[in-house]
């Protein structure tokens, strides 16, 4: 996809981009510091060269796909500014149609419920069943209140294995298999028009390291080796296949290229000519 696919940045928050028909919008919830003890196999000279300050920036995205027929939401985000973001596209919690979250852990999840109900009452949950089997066993509250709270409206799917040609959820939109962050962890191929872009989830968490070498992970990472094993095959799939990526810790915008690099992996962002 050209740069000059770049629509439209909203405010400092959210900025569109097309694909095909559909136009997708980034919506950055939070930024932070991160701290390097979260990481798992990394050695001190990877650190030094690759955390120099001893910090990471820490993103927290949600997506929303707009097709002709659909609003789609990738994620919810921490709830904090996604209500902004989404009224700054014009699009209220009523028009959202369809949800596809990749997993449930709070930052993905926080903005599902306001006041303890359903914020987007008309929308369908789409969730693997795998996610759903492991959280409905859990004693996570927020993760148990926000699956009653949708019980009428979950729909679950299974993920297919990259490269596969079904399109297991709805036209446009495909689960892929991104397990080990959590059981079920989801990733969505989206394509129009012969335009895709895959949103990754928490495939990483911080790109200044994970890409170079993704066999570092996270301490919570509910299966290490599941998890790098994901990493690796998603990243190398999206570099070979030139597919661009989003992901929901990837700094704003958020989406961008993968190349294969001389150590691990290359991330470069569509708007890093703008200045991000």
């Given at each position: 996809m050209?740069i000059n696919?770049?629509?439209a940045q909203?405010?400092?928050d959210v900025i569109?981009f097309?694909?095909?028909?559909?136009?997708?919008s980034?919506l950055?919830?939070?930024?932070?510091?991160g701290n390097?003890s979260m990481?798992v196999g990394a050695?001190?000279?990877?650190?030094q060269?690759?955390?120099?300050?001893?910090t990471f920036?820490?993103e927290?995205n949600?997506f929303?796909?707009?097709?002709?027929d659909?609003?789609?939401l990738?994620d919810a985000?921490?709830?904090?500014?996604l209500?902004?973001?989404?009224?700054s596209?014009?699009v209220?919690p009523?028009?959202?149609?369809v949800?596809?979250?990749?997993?449930l852990?709070?930052d993905?999840?926080?903005?599902?419920?306001?006041?303890g109900?359903v914020?987007f009452?008309?929308?369908?949950?789409?969730?693997?069943?795998?996610?759903y089997?492991?959280w409905?066993k859990?004693?996570?509250?927020q993760?148990?209140n926000?699956?009653a709270?949708?019980?009428d409206?979950?729909?679950?799917?299974?993920?297919?294995?990259l490269g596969?040609?079904?399109?297991?959820l709805f036209?446009?939109?495909?689960g892929?298999?991104?397990?080990?962050?959590t059981?079920?962890h989801?990733a969505y191929l989206?394509?129009s028009?012969?335009s895709n872009?895959?949103i990754?989830g928490d495939?990483?968490h911080v790109?200044?390291?994970?890409m170079?070498?993704?066999?570092?992970?996270l301490?919570?990472?509910?299966?290490?080796?599941q998890a790098?094993?994901?990493?690796?095959?998603?990243?190398?799939?999206?570099a070979?296949?030139k597919?661009p990526?989003?992901g929901?810790?990837?700094?704003f915008?958020?989406?961008?290229n993968i190349?294969v690099?001389?150590?691990?992996?290359e991330f470069r962002?569509?708007?890093?000519?703008l200045?991000?």
């Amino acid at each position: 996809m050209p740069i000059n696919s770049i629509i439209a940045q909203a405010n400092q928050d959210v900025i569109t981009f097309e694909f095909g028909e559909f136009r997708v919008s980034t919506l950055s919830e939070k930024m932070s510091n991160g701290n390097p003890s979260m990481l798992v196999g990394a050695s001190q000279d990877a650190l030094q060269k690759y955390l120099p300050d001893g910090t990471f920036p820490m993103e927290v995205n949600a997506f929303l796909v707009r097709t002709p027929d659909k609003n789609v939401l990738i994620d919810a985000g921490l709830g904090q500014k996604l209500f902004d973001n989404l009224q700054s596209l014009e699009v209220t919690p009523e028009q959202i149609n369809v949800i596809l979250m990749t997993h449930l852990h709070g930052d993905h999840i926080g903005g599902l419920l306001r006041d303890g109900k359903v914020a987007f009452p008309n929308a369908d949950l789409y969730l693997s069943q795998a996610e759903y089997d492991y959280w409905i066993k859990s004693d996570n509250k927020q993760a148990s209140n926000m699956l009653a709270a949708y019980k009428d409206k979950l729909k679950f799917f299974v993920p297919e294995e990259l490269g596969s040609k079904e399109n297991n959820l709805f036209p446009g939109f495909q689960g892929i298999a991104a397990y080990g962050h959590t059981p079920g962890h989801t990733a969505y191929l989206i394509e129009s028009e012969k335009s895709n872009l895959l949103i990754w989830g928490d495939v990483t968490h911080v790109m200044a390291i994970q890409m170079a070498l993704p066999e570092v992970a996270l301490a919570f990472d509910s299966d290490t080796k599941q998890a790098i094993e994901s990493r690796k095959k998603i990243a190398d799939y999206a570099a070979k296949n030139k597919i661009p990526v989003g992901g929901m810790h990837i700094l704003f915008p958020a989406i961008g290229n993968i190349k294969v690099a001389q150590e691990g992996y290359e991330f470069r962002p569509f708007c890093e000519c703008l200045g991000f």
